[in-house]
Every structure is written in C-alpha cells, then in structure tokens.
C-alpha cells in the first residue's frame, strides 16, 4: 500500500473520538465547516446542513407560496410597466469565434445562425483586455471594466508573498478551535467570499421587479440572493477545493507518475482483487486537516470490472466513461460530504488503469451552497438527475496529459452539453416573462483541444480520426442546434441574444515572459536556487518586473509589494521601457513579431481597483501565448517554445485579434458593439435607467 495513502488512513480514524460524541450533539443545530485546500480551497458547508436548510426554506417556501404570488403578480406588474420587451433570453456559447462562425456560415452549415444574421444582426463583439473569460463575463454582467469589478485574469498574485491567488474567491478558515487531543471543533464559520466588484445586472433587474433565471454564467460562486434562481458556474470547486483534480490508479508502479493538475496512486493486488482509495476533502474536526479517504474493490471482468465503494457496487465498461457515481465521505459524528464522479476504465492488461474524473460536489446533496436558492441544484438534479458542478467540468488537463483520449474527452463534453441543454430548456418553458441567460462551455473546451487540427502548421498538429479531425465544425453545428431548437420556442415579443465572450486562434508558440525579463536585466534569481514555480527563487531586493498569470506583468512597487523596490516616480517610465522593449519581439526561429502590443492597464481601464491589477497587458500576436511554465513563474533557459500539448487553441492574445459574435433577432444600430454594452442594454430594455457607474452604451435595437 502507498505508505502517503497508510499515513492518510491512519490520520483519518475516529477510535479516540468516541468520548467528545455528546459534545457535538450540543452544537449539530450550526452549521458544520470542513476546510478543502489546500491553498486554493474553499470553506465546505456540511451536507446534511445544507440539505437540511433546503427543505426546511422549500417548506416555507411552499407554506407561503399564495401570498409570494401575489405580492410577485403585483410587483411584476410594476417592474414591466416601462418595458420595452416582456422576455430577454440570453446564449452565451463561450469562445464561439466570428470568423469560424462566417467561414461555416458560408458553406451551410450553420442555418440557424445564418437565418439569424440575415433577419436579425450579427455583430463582431469587442472583448475585454485581457481576452480571458473570467475577465469577459464579468465586464457582461455588470457593464464596466475590469478596474471595477477587479477580476483582471484567472490568477491574482499575492503581494505580500507573491504567490498566485484564484482572483474571484476568497476563502478563510475559522480563526479559534476548541482542541480535545486530536480533535478539534471549529468554534467560527469558514467563508467564502465573492471577489468580483459592482453588481450584475440581474441584481439590479430583481431590484426593479424583474424575476431572472441565470445557468452557468462564470463568476457566479458563491451564489449570491437576487430576485432570481441561479445555478452557479466557472470558480465552483471540486471537492477537494481545486478548479479538477483528476486521479490515476495503475496497478503497474511504472505508469504512477506526477501530472500537472491531478495525482497518480497505485491499486494494490489482492487474491481476488484490488485496492484502492479515493481522496477526499480535508477534515477540519481533527488537528493537521488530514484528508478523508473512502476505500473501494475493484473486480476485473471480461468486458471490463466491478467497483465496489460505500456498499455499493457499480459495474464498468471498458474504454467508456461510466454515468456519475456518487461517493460519500465521512467526518465522523454522523456527517458526511459527498460527491460525484465518472470513470473510466482504460486498460485490465498487461496492467490496469483507471481514470478517475474530478470529484465534483453533488448536487442533490450539495457540501456547500452552489446555486440561489440553495435548493434549486437540488430541485434540478431531482428532475433530470445528477450533473456536473464544477466550475471547469471539462476535464482538458487529462487530455493534455494523456489519460483521457480524444473520443473520452468528446463524450465527457457532450454529456455536460446535454445536461446544461436540459437545464435551459426547462428554465425556457418554466417562465414566459423576465430574463433567462444560459452559458454553454463545449465550443471554447473543444476549440482549446482540438485547434491543431485545422492548423496544419502547429506543432501539435497530426492526423487523426474523422471525429476528432472534425471536432470543431461539429460543435459549432451542435450549438446552431441549440439555437434552432430556441427559435422555435421564443415568441415575437422576445429578444434573443447570442454572444461570446472572445474568439480563438492558434497557439503554436509559448513565449517565457519571466525568462525574457531575467534575460533583459529586469528580473533577477537568486543564486544556486533550482528554477521553482510560483516565483519562488526570484530575488526581489534587485527585481524590477515579474510575470504571472496569462496576460500581465508587474512592477515591483515600493509600497504595494512586500519587498518592493521601484519607487512611485520611476513607475511609468519603467512601464514604457518594457513597453518599447516588448513590443515586435521577434521570434528567433520563425522570425515573426510575436507580441502586438503591450497595454498600460491604467490608461484603458480607469476605475478603483487599477492599482491591484497588473501593470501591463502583453497582447500577443495570434500563434502565441504565455508558455507554460511562464504562466505559473518557473524561468526556464530559453524565452521561445514549442507547444506541443493537446490544449493548442487559446484567446489569451491582443484582444483586438479575438472578438467574439453577437447574434440577435432584433437589429442593433452600433456597428461595434461591446461586451460591456450587453448589461446597461438589457436593463434599458427593461425600462430600467443605467447607472452611472456603468461604462458600456446602451444599444439602439427594433424588432
């Protein structure tokens, strides 16, 4: 047995826990917290709490439901008296991009859309800088830039230690415990906080009487109280409080190895059998935080095994992905957390292999609040069954790293596509008046795996099966689907709106932005230090400027970074340098320019959090992007790259070179419109005044 899976299971006994059994009979009417980390993890309200709390607020909910109905008609009457249209319904297809939508236009294969363009509008739609979703959706749904909602990329550093930070939440562990040996009972409530700023416009809509359903939309976790249902999307954690973590079990020790976003462990033989464990979230009721572990059999068959876990046992079809299978992980004291996940079982011989997919939270039995209310996931799930919750569901971090082939990751895609379909069309039939808006991940997962294939000139490229070879015509044909099917159900007096947030190029190249700054005296490391992520081996008392994340580069500021050194005077100036210096960077071995321009956030994005975000916007030229390693800090040898993984699409380049599309049925005036414009749009539709914070245009539309 894996001697880290023995010190987990011995940490994880509750023999000496008996005696502190009636104290916590004394305190089950609170909420119970478990911390899941670690680093970027997230306060794990107890299940049954949760589950609890649903049907207890569904009761009343229901018990009251005469007099909510009719205080909802006589408030409803007053928010449409001003409208201008009694329903918005909103598609986000996210990374659908306008020359990919022309090019399938132009050869049929995209009737819908083409009959949109045609009797409605099709707009190029500008993007945020940077192009990155996170970034987008939250300049859509509140209508500013992002030095005022505060989101400026996937990561945010730290400045006090310089260590990445998930820039949309916020999490903290209870500050005082009451310890019993080794057990401890958290005396304060974990939390989890919501970083983006301002204020979407369904709050505002919920506000002015307007009722909203909103599905998936990113930046939504936590949920937070609107006049609306929400189910929440992008930053919703697994389990473990990571954005996936897949696990690999072998029964071969040759094939264990450490993989970037996910772990490999190793099946122990028995006689009839093997063994194995799942990792789940960290137990915040014993000392260390030590991971709760669920152990399962697996019997190998002919056409594939049994897995036997929690009593129950489930068979497994080798080469497919299983449905969701649920796993429950115990505390101790009767609590549980638990989870789903899918399988698959990919070879029995010469050695077994399994994938295991991320844990994500349930949503029948949700460990923390994903949705507003927080039993509508519940009520979802009880009407079309589990489905996937985690932010980033699509697992593409196994396609790069080799686990899931190319046909698993499609099925894995097109299984969440016909869950979010479900959840859609219900919201679409459920309410005829207000807003409903639904985001759909499928074409930007698959644009981001499957680019190589029609870029004959990237590394990555090959040639592969006829599915995989056509993967992305075929889910722009999938979401041309989708809008056909809600053609058919929106009515005259309905506004449709069909948008991205960015388009896509290729990424051929990745380009070490802190190798070139190491290389050009901005950046210094320390001596006889091994090249670490996360900035570790940097000497800050002689840097100047420093890269993390996917687009931005930092000036060590005296007085905003810990160990800061330039001084407020020498800022700007230091700012143009590196601008002069990066902008047309060659690259040596296709000698193209690889960076378009370099932006001075302050000067584009003016609001109260510009002096958190990064000091500059590298917008690459399209075939190039940060590389790998310069993402997360490490400073390799050379600045130029190579990128040769699966994941070989991306948009986190010169915003300029990647809009995204905005289809309606209605005409739009603009010629180009923003995604900025969407919010203040829709509530001026709504006969709603924008607020003057807002720094997109309201959009001149007539049916």
């Known amino acids: 047995m894996n001697s880290d899976i023995k010190s987990l299971l011995q940490r994880s006994r509750f023999s000496d826990l008996y005696w502190i059994f009636p104290l916590m009979l004394l305190i089950l009417t609170s909420p119970a917290h478990a911390y899941i980390g670690p680093g970027a993890g997230f306060a794990l309200l107890s299940s049954l709490f949760t589950l609890f709390l649903s049907f207890l607020i569904a009761f009343f909910s229901l018990l009251f439901l005469p007099l909510r109905l009719l205080f909802s008609f006589l408030q409803s009457g007053k928010g449409y008296a001003s409208a201008k249209v009694k329903r918005i319904v909103i598609l986000g297809f996210d990374g659908l991009d306008p020359d990919l939508c022309e090019d399938f236009m132009q050869q049929g294969l995209l009737p819908h859309f083409a009959k949109l363009k045609q009797t409605g509008s099709f707009k190029r739609l500008r993007t945020t800088c940077p192009p990155l979703s996170p970034v987008a959706w939250s300049s859509f749904a509140t209508g500013v830039n992002p030095a005022k909602h505060r989101i400026f990329d996937f990561l945010h550093r730290n400045p006090n230690t310089y260590l990445p930070e998930l820039s949309s939440v916020k999490t903290s562990k209870p500050n005082k415990y009451l310890r019993m040996g080794t057990v401890q009972i958290p005396l304060g409530r974990s939390r989890v906080k919501i970083l983006q700023k301002s204020r979407p416009f369904w709050k505002i809509l919920g506000q002015h009487g307007i009722f909203s359903q909103i599905i998936r939309v990113p930046i939504t976790f936590p949920p937070e109280k609107f006049n609306g249902h929400l189910l929440s999307a992008m930053c919703t954690p697994d389990l473990l409080g990571t954005q996936g973590s897949f696990t690999f079990y072998s029964s071969d020790k040759n094939h264990i190895e450490t993989f970037t976003s996910g772990a490999g462990l190793l099946l122990e033989k028995n006689q009839t059998d093997y063994k194995g464990f799942f990792i789940g979230p960290e137990n915040s009721f014993l000392k260390g935080w030590p991971s709760i572990t669920l152990g399962f059999d697996l019997f190998v068959e002919k056409d594939g095994a049994v897995i036997e876990t929690n009593h129950r046992k489930y068979r497994i079809k080798k080469g497919r992905l299983t449905p969701w299978i649920p796993l429950t992980f115990r505390t101790g004291f009767g609590l549980k957390i638990h989870g789903i996940c899918q399988m698959l079982l990919k070879t029995t011989e ?354």
């Open 350 to 703: 010469p050695a077994i292999q399994l994938y295991v997919s991320p844990i994500h939270i349930h949503p029948e039995r949700p460990a923390m609040p994903i949705s507003y209310p927080c039993y509508y996931a519940v009520y979802l799930a009880k009407l079309y069954g589990s489905y996937a919750t985690l932010g980033l569901a699509e697992d593409t971090w196994a396609l790069n790293e080799g686990i899931l082939g190319e046909d698993d990751f499609l099925d894995q895609v097109y299984q969440y596509q016909k869950e979010r379909e479900q959840q859609l069309f219900h919201i679409l039939k459920k309410n005829r008046r207000g807003l409903a808006a639904c985001v759909f991940d499928a074409a930007d997962r698959i644009q981001h795996a499957f680019f190589r294939y029609i870029d004959e000139t990237h590394p990555a490229f090959k040639n592969g099966n006829r599915r995989s070879k056509n993967a992305i015509r075929d889910v722009y044909q999938v979401m041309d689907g989708v809008l056909g099917r809600v053609l058919k159900v929106v009515r005259q007096d309905t506004l449709l709106l069909v948008l991205s947030d960015h388009g896509f190029k290729s990424f051929r190249r990745g380009i070490n932005v802190n190798s070139w700054l190491h290389q050009n005296g901005y950046l210094f490391l320390k001596e006889n230090k091994n090249k670490n992520s996360y900035l570790q081996n940097v000497d800050w008392c002689k840097t100047t400027a420093y890269a993390i994340g996917l687009a931005g580069i930092y000036i060590n500021r005296k007085g905003r970074e810990k160990q800061g050194i330039v001084e407020t005077e020498n800022v700007e100036p230091l700012k143009k340098k590196l601008v002069k210096d990066l902008v047309g960077l060659t690259d040596p071995e296709t000698n193209e320019s690889a960076i378009r321009a370099v932006y001075n956030f302050e000067q584009i994005n003016q609001g109260p959090y510009a002096s958190e975000a990064p000091d500059l916007i590298v917008g690459y030229n399209p075939g190039y992007r940060i590389s790998w390693d310069g993402a997360i800090g490490i400073t390799t040898e050379t600045v130029f790259e190579d990128n040769v993984k699966s994941w070989s699409g991306d948009h986190g380049i010169d915003p300029e070179q990647v809009p995204g599309v905005l289809f309606s049925n209605y005409k739009i005036q603009e010629h180009s419109p923003h995604i900025m414009d969407i919010a203040p749009t829709i509530l001026s539709l709504f006969g709603i005044k924008k607020p003057e914070y807002m720094d997109g245009r309201e959009l001149h539309m007539f049916n």
